[in-house]
Nanobody, 126 residues
């Protein structure tokens, strides 16, 4: 059964770092990649990063390239999003989701609740 749940948001000053975690079921990791999305108030949801099921492909949006790093710990069934040099424009609710992660893009599988976490708030402010 597909299940993901994110954690790790918070308040951080500009230039600071946060690490988000996405705990996933073994079934999820066996069949899907994991993607990170964010949505700021009044803005559309943005695909931030993803890692493929086999760990051989990663994708980053231009807005976070060089600052964010996605990784997987298979033993812990967890995917991480390390966010460095955070900027006020990174402020948003961040969601992880079961996705397909082919070269160069994130493919949303479905909007069904089981495939998406509940979201975690990241606020970058001094």
């Amino acid at each position: 059964q597909v299940h993901v749940a994110e954690s790790g948001g918070g308040l951080v000053q500009p230039g600071g770092s946060l690490r988000l975690s996405c705990a996933a079921s073994e079934f999820t990791l066996d069949y899907y990649g994991i993607g990170w999305f964010r949505q700021a108030p009044g803005k559309e949801r943005e695909g931030v990063s993803c890692i493929s099921r086999s760990d051989d492909i990663t994708y980053y949006a231009d807005s976070v390239q060089g600052r964010f790093t996605i990784s997987r710990d298979s033993a812990k069934k967890t995917v991480y999003l390390q966010m460095n040099n955070l900027k006020p424009e990174d402020t948003a609710v961040y969601y992880c989701a079961a996705v397909f992660c082919p070269e160069g893009r994130i493919v949303v599988v479905t909007t069904a609740d089981d495939y998406w976490g509940q979201g975690t708030q990241v606020t970058v402010s001094s």
